[in-house]
């Protein structure tokens, strides 16, 4: 017999959007840019905005590498929670 549970991620969704709305893509560039409303994407069960089509490409090819660990919270603010 096996024993799990799940827990819900709290995602930091600030203005509907998960990285208030950043390209998540961009962050990993060390080049922040605010995502726009041509460029949304919903995965795991929350949306995403990118700063041009080419960002989205390159999360789609690597969703796990830019989707935002820790909810998109910043781990300071998870130690502390």
Known sequence: MSIGF?????????????????????????TPKKGNAETVYMYKDVKLKFS????????????ETYFPQYGGWCLRYEVKR
């Open 6 to 30: 799940s827990q819900k991620l709290d995602y930091n969704l600030g203005d509907e959007f998960i990285a208030e709305g950043y390209d998540v893509v961009s962050y990993l560039k060390a």
């Open 52 to 63: 041009s089509q080419i960002n989205l490409k390159r999360f789609k090819a690597n969703l």
